[in-house]
């Protein structure tokens, strides 16, 4: 049975491609492009990496992850310059990279819109969607596959409102409205209450607060939740702000599914093979230098993440610096860019320390694999996050996790570090809130595995058991799969036999 297919739309997040291209006399890249592999580059976060996992781990159909078209070589972000291609224009076609196995197809469609391929911000972006959209239509209808196009997923506020469009013109085209299903991944309201404070104190500018546009933001959100049939909340958080003002969602389109993990790479090692990486564990320093440290015989923390304030990595190393101070045994790796102000504010409050810190730039999927093996304790420290892999695939490699506030605890329910009176050998991980106020309960749970090797190892493996059980990306995509297969068979006519119309007066 050929399989039908799946539109995700991941519309500011950029997919950059790791690819060679196919140019022409002149040297200019052509649309056609060598190799399979895609990475990510700015403004993407955990919502591009969720959408690639749920594209490489869908057995049931054919996937197109939609982001609009980037260059990396003319944007400043990137290094690039526009005024290297002056000499020739750039195809403005829609450019497909192709990823295929024996149980899966997937591409990425990457689709121009704004004129040009310089990137764009995700507060910038909506005004350029509907060009967007048209675009990939037309794609759509010159290689026929609208008929195809059984479901449209749209991830955050731009690729939900992408996704209506598409959905809106297949109807229009034939008749049949394709399943719509969205997911926020970090709701506009929720940003809006997290930043009002500051910005009534003054510490965000009036041009700041306009550029995010939260009103038109929370409008755009609450109206692709109603116009969907299944909307997808990462948490039970985000599930009742979903049912409160001021969206007011349907209950009963909404399920809690929180992200998954790549269970093929965030594994444990076997027992030598740690042994051996801890031994002569080799790095990339913030300067990009090649060093190694010898781990064995220490114990180590580890935390990794985008280094932005609210991740608590300042936060964090307070906590550490208090216990490296007691302790010389413990060695503690953490996410750092080169200029960045949180890492320097880590490396002042970590100031003596240098010999047992590694500080960490951008990591591959590899090796962050690597770190969280050679962890005995990974810490999500952040002070309010919507959810967070980085946990479940640091319990994927049988590493203890600590984490503070966040969607993650909220689906998992972690131990709670400030009740003493419950059995922490059945929990799965340790919450502690990690706010600068409550940063001695950081500390008391990060004392409290480290110097207790049977509750820590009981706890990692529980964790390890727990998301091997519950959050692999292909029982994520069956069950989001599953979603869909009910809705259609709650509404037989939805796409039972596609009538594309006919052009009107001959064309």
């Known amino acids: 049975m050929t399989k039908k297919l799946k539109v995700m739309f991941s519309t500011h997040g950029l997919v950059e491609g790791d690819f060679g291209f196919i140019t022409d ?8 492009v060598v190799s399979k592999d895609v990475i990510t580059g700015q403004d993407t976060g955990g919502q591009v990496y969720y959408v690639k996992a749920l594209a490489n781990s869908s057995n049931n159909y054919n996937i197109d992850l939609v982001t609009r078209r980037v260059d990396p070589r003319i944007c400043p972000q990137f290094g690039g310059t526009y005024k290297e291609y002056k000499k020739s224009e750039l195809n403005y076609k829609v450019e497909a990279q192709w990823h295929e196995s024996e149980k899966i197809r997937s591409r990425v469609l990457r689709v121009p819109a704004g004129g040009n391929f310089m990137f764009l911000p ?34 955050y506020r731009d690729g939900m409102m992408a996704a209506d469009m598409l959905c809106t013109k297949i109807e229009k085209f034939t008749e049949r409205r394709p399943i719509m299903l969205v997911t926020s991944h970090s709701l506009g309201h929720k940003k809006y209450e997290r930043n009002l404070p500051q910005y009534k104190a003054g510490q965000i500018s009036e041009e700041e607060w306009a550029w995010h546009g939260f009103e038109q933001r929370i409008a755009q959100e609450k109206q692709e939740f ?7 909340a990462t948490s039970p958080d985000e599930e009742t702000r979903l049912l409160a003002e001021p969206y007011l969602s349907d209950v009963n389109k909404i399920t809690v599914i929180p992200p998954g993990y790549n269970d093929k790479i965030f594994t444990p090692l076997k027992p030598q093979e740690r042994n051996k990486l801890k031994y002569k564990f080799e790095y990339t320093d913030l300067n990009g230098n090649k060093q190694q440290i010898d781990l064995s015989n220490k114990k180590v923390v580890s935390s990794l993440g985008r280094v932005v304030r609210d991740k608590g990595f300042s936060e964090l190393s307070r906590s550490m610096a208090e216990i490296m101070f007691e302790d010389p045994n413990i060695v503690y790796m953490v996410s750092g860019e080169k200029g960045n102000p949180v890492t320097e504010e880590c490396q002042e409050i970590l100031r003596g320390f240098e010999d047992r810190v590694v500080f960490l730039p951008s990591l591959n999927q590899t090796e962050m694999s690597q770190v969280y093996n050679v962890s005995d304790i990974f810490v999500m420290s952040s002070l309010n996050e919507a959810f967070g892999m980085v946990p479940i695939e640091a319990m994927g490699c049988k590493s203890a996790v600590i984490v503070g506030r966040s969607g993650f605890n909220d689906f998992a329910h972690c131990a709670d570090i400030r009740n003493d009176s419950q059995d922490y050998t059945k929990a799965i991980g340790i919450y502690a809130p990690s706010q600068e106020s409550d940063r001695w ?39 989001k799969d ?26």
């Open 226 to 232: 109603d116009r969907s049939d299944i909307i997808i």
């Open 122 to 155: 995700k507060e910038e972006i909506v005004p350029v969607i509907p060009e967007l959209v048209d675009n990939l239509f037309e794609y759509y209808k010159k290689s026929g596959e609208i008929d195809d196009i059984e479901v449209v997923e749209g991830h």
């Open 441 to 479: 309960r950081q500390v008391k749970a990060l004392k409290m595995l480290l110097y207790k090797d049977e509750l820590r190892n009981q706890i990692a493996q529980n964790g390890y058991d727990y998301v091997r059980a519950n959050l692999t990306w292909e029982q994520i995509s069956a069950t």
């Open 482 to 507: 599953k979603l869909v297969q009910d809705v259609l068979a709650a509404n037989p006519q939805r796409m039972s036999g596609f009538k594309i119309k006919k052009p009107q007066n001959g064309r």
């Open 25 to 32: 006399e002149y040297g200019y890249q052509l649309t056609k």
